[in-house]
């Protein structure tokens, strides 16, 4: 089985204060980090290999900047077997569109792939668009928002969530999946694999033309029009009285904030 | 009485409009009326409402699409919630939810009808098919919208989202290409009063599912999940607890609304004093630093060494007999009275 990983370098948000009452971003430590999601992708994937078929192989792939070199050694250092990255000037100005022709394009280079995995969604921008999108391109099955899986003579289990609760399907291969990712927390890289990923593996680079696209089919679709802020939090309200009836106004505040901010 | 400026009026309107179908050939707004269990999603009544609003302001209609099995009774609620029109692709094949399947309906009804805009609820149906059906149609989406509006001077829906885990909005827009395509994420918008006299017009279309199979099988609808345990260091939601707890029952009442709130329990160093926690669950100095989305302190002081290590949280909520404690000048809310009496009076509601 060929698996393939979408994984993605987004900024570290822990570098990043975001004053509301200024209405400002402030970035204090310009850091990239492999997304969360991402590595749960990868951890998925891996356990799909350990956990039966060992022939497998598990390929990451990223679009993005040069840097996006650290994520896929990263990625090659958690046990994928290959990593290539996608990365063009023609590639900076992406919506999710184009992004998705790019990989689809990485994909079809690859003789495509009886499995996909990524992240349900970036831990930045959070669109979670990339996975169907991309099923759409190759018309390939697809399951969103997983939380569960283990493949069988050529068929795939998987857990998602469904409604107000979570519901198992059965799919048919190839097949995209998104995996949510707080059900597979990922492994720690061993100590041997991170050094050979810097000295020994290499991370092919594939601009535009390796790819096949032409720089009038990467126009994205998408305008940016503005950013706001949520209003400020407030120091200092308090309650107090009766417990009943302040237990009934805290859960009343909290579901505000839990909907608000969560 | 002279009634002819209506006359004037009623040509210039349609003069304008004629224009515009011209200049796009999309109009009207359409709404994917997601259903489950024989009624429609409190989300896609939602939806319905703020398509009725965006429509007021542009001047179109508002279709509303029901897919599924035996689904055509459910009109009546969405003519009620603001819909003008209701398409109804019902057929026994429909019942189940097959992304392909559906993409291949909707993206017919689309091509044919020409939607201005189209907006989805952002549930887990709808997070898996808006996407493949932008995809089929080229056209962009933005998707967990919490916000929607209009520019008026260019006719185009702006699409309000969160980024950097909420603290930042972004708005984008879809210049181009159409439909418009929005999801609108659950619990953001207000599900209308409903008008049982408002009425509309139904139409069932046909489908064509000749071409078009679905790939997958659901053998579980009721999965169980368990997700594997958080650490505190990555929680979103952390309850904790400080030597004001009293006793172990008192610590009990803290598990418990940490548990209610889908929480994770954490203390000061008072409470591993008690034996209460382990090393790993302190909070401070000395223990863990931690930035959850919110933070419940209870019966905890919260004195310098300990706020250290949650002075990142975004939201702290604290409770606490005694007003003058320093974790009430940080606290966003601080309630000021017994802890185990709010937290049992908590926990009822939060069982109901």
């Not at chain 1, 493949?151 to 198992?168: P, V």
């Not at chain 2, 009808?113 to 996407?131: F, H, K, S, V």
Request: with cysteine; proline share 6%.
């Amino acid at each position: 089985m060929k698996i393939v990983v979408l994984i993605k370098q987004i900024l570290d948000p822990r570098g990043i204060t975001v004053r509301r009452d200024k209405e400002r971003v402030f970035i204090n430590r310009e850091e990239y980090i492999l997304d969360p999601g991402s590595k749960a992708a990868i951890e998925a994937a891996l356990r799909l290999k350990e956990s039966g078929d060992s022939t497998a192989t598990v390929i990451a792939l990223s679009m993005g900047q040069p840097q996006a070199d650290d994520a896929l050694r990263e990625a090659l250092a958690m046990g994928c077997d290959a990593a290539y990255l996608l990365s063009d000037r023609a590639f900076q100005e992406a919506d999710v569109t184009v992004t998705t022709r790019v990989l689809a394009a990485a994909v079809e280079k690859l003789d495509g792939a009886d499995l996909i995995l990524c992240g349900r969604e970036s831990g930045d921008t959070g669109a979670g668009q990339i996975g169907p999108r991309l099923a759409e391109a190759l018309g390939y099955a697809q399951v969103t928002d997983v939380y569960a899986l283990t493949a069988q003579d050529g068929r795939l289990q998987a857990t998602r969530r469904w409604g107000e609760g979570y519901a198992t399907v059965e799919t048919m291969l190839p097949a995209v999946i998104t995996i949510a990712p707080a059900a597979f927390p990922p492994r720690y890289p061993h100590g041997a694999r991170i050094m050979n990923a810097y000295r020994e593996w290499s991370v092919p680079v594939w601009g535009a033309s390796d790819l096949g696209l032409e720089e009038a089919s990467l126009t994205p679709l998408l305008a940016f029009r503005g950013e706001s802020f949520p209003p400020p939090l407030e120091v200092g309200e308090k309650f107090r009285g009766d417990p009943a009836r302040v237990a009934q106004d805290v859960i009343m505040a909290l579901k505000q904030q839990l909907i608000s901010n969560i | 009485m002279d009634f002819s400026y209506l006359d004037q009026w009623l040509e210039e309107e349609v003069g304008r409009e004629e224009i515009e179908e011209v200049s796009t050939g999309y109009r009207n707004i359409w709404v994917v009326a997601e259903t489950a269990a024989g009624s429609v999603l409190p989300a896609a009544l939602a939806a319905t409402g703020q398509a009725r609003e965006l429509a007021d302001q542009i001047g179109v209609y508002v279709y509303a699409v029901l897919v599924g099995d035996g689904v055509e009774p459910l009109a009546e609620k969405l003519f009620a919630c603001g819909a003008d029109k209701v398409l109804v692709a019902d057929e026994p094949a429909l019942a189940e939810y097959q992304p392909e399947v559906y993409v291949k309906v909707l993206a017919d009804l689309v091509n044919r009808y020409r939607p201005e805009i189209l907006l989805l609820p952002a549930t887990p149906l709808g997070n898996d098919l808006a996407p493949r059906l932008a995809q089929r149609l080229n056209t962009g989406l933005i998707s967990h919208c919490i916000r929607l509006g209009v520019d008026m001077a260019e006719r185009l829906l702006l699409g309000t989202f969160r980024v950097l885990g909420g603290e930042v909005y972004h708005t984008a827009a879809c210049p181009e290409a159409r439909p418009q395509m929005a999801t609108l994420e659950p619990g953001y918008f207000r599900v209308p009063y409903e008008d049982p006299y408002r009425s509309g017009d139904l139409q069932r279309v046909e489908v064509d599912l000749a071409d078009v199979t679905g790939r997958l099988t659901w053998t579980d609808l009721n999965a169980r999940v368990e997700l594997p345990p958080v650490p505190l260091s990555r929680a979103r939601i952390v309850v904790s607890a400080g030597r004001g707890m009293g006793d172990a029952a008192g610590f009990a009442l803290v598990e418990k609304l940490a548990r209610a709130l889908g929480g994770v329990v954490a203390g000061s160093r008072g409470a591993f004093d008690e034996g209460w926690i382990d090393e790993k669950q302190i909070v401070g100095v000395g223990g863990e630093f931690i930035a959850p989305d919110l933070y419940v302190a209870c019966g905890l002081s919260g004195d310098i060494y300990h706020y250290f290590g949650l002075q990142n949280a975004r939201f702290i909520v604290a409770i606490n007999p005694d007003e003058k404690a320093p974790i009430m000048k940080v606290a966003n809310l601080a309630v000021v009275g017994d802890a185990k009496q709010v937290i049992s009076a908590m926990l009822d509601l939060l069982a109901q």
